[in-house]
């Protein structure tokens, strides 16, 4: 024990002690060995962030991917989970390195990390802030990020950050939409489920950004727990995960739209590994409550319309390819939802309802 990097969060690790070093490469070497993880979510990484060459962070996961890499190259079957069909390795380490979030994705072994750029657009455009669908646009295409890097001329990693608007830091992200009564503590009030339908559009856009996305648990049932954001308040009150919402009307349709929206993520590759653009045009888009992103790999293009206003809206849009686009939510149950005959670069407009969203896809 002792300092090294930051004490966020009591006494650290020091790690420029070699037996450290040694003993974190061979936890992970055991889980690897014996669990047999797909790779590791690295908590609260500042506290041993020294840089790109330093001892720490960086040290480790590029100790660990060379450790995968060696006993790929020695044709162990343990690891050929982790050898991808061009390959390369397919390794997660995520880091929790919120103070850098750029600087760990280009200059370590990492293949994703957390980000609240996400989090905190989304926070912010619940309750109307100005430019809060512009930021949450950018967050949304992971506006900046690399997606792959090739280090030392042959370890190609792909990068990609986690898209999230809950996590167990923060209040459930329903509470933007209003807080019931603090019922004697102010530690127990929770958000108003009755607005369940204002988070769908956020739910859409997370679940089909790029990058990872991440469900915190309970948020497919609509959890609603308020949580403060310093204190012992955040930790030291138990708020257990309350599956009776798995049954109750507005449970049940949450879950059904994020079971639906993992369906189309798996069926679609461009909402996987695809490129991104978002459709930053405030009179258009922003202003009205709307948020318009692309992703498209090779001749597949799938355009994501988010309304987070409170009635219907009318998207000008110019497709770059002809013909018919098939509404992934809901178009397989109503035809009149899809879209035919459509020219390319000429303008359509696109009904988008409320607090919701469409998904248009081609090829």
Known sequence: ????????????????QALVQDFFLSVNHHW????????FRYDCVPNYWDGATGTGYSALAYATYQLVKGRLAANDPAYERFRRADGQLNLIQCAEQLEDVEGVLRSTYSSSTWQNRTLGAARQAAVGAPGALTALGFALAA??????????GNDMIAKAPLQYTETYDHARFICQYGLGEADGS??????????????QPYLIGTLLARGVPLLWQGQELMENYWLPEQGRGRVALLRPMRWQYFYDDIG?????????????RRSRAELRAGEVYFFNDPQRYQNRGLLLFA????????????NMSDREQWAPFWFPIGGTYTEQLHGSGDPSLNLTGITSLQ????PVPANYGRVWSIG
């Open 1 to 16: 024990m002792g300092s090294f990097a930051k004490d966020l969060f009591g006494v650290s690790t020091d790690w420029s």
């Open 32 to 39: 690897l060995e014996v669990f047999h993880v797909d790779g």
């Open 143 to 152: 506006d900046g990020l690399p997606t792959e890097i090739t280090y030392n």
């Open 186 to 199: 102010e530690l127990l009030r929770e958000g108003d489920r009755r607005q369940w339908f204002k988070v």
């Open 252 to 264: 049940r349709a949450t879950l059904k739209l994020v079971r639906r929206l993992l369906r189309v």
């Open 295 to 306: 992703r498209w790999q090779g001749t597949s293009y799938t355009l994501v319309a988010l």
């Open 347 to 350: 303008e359509t407009l696109l």
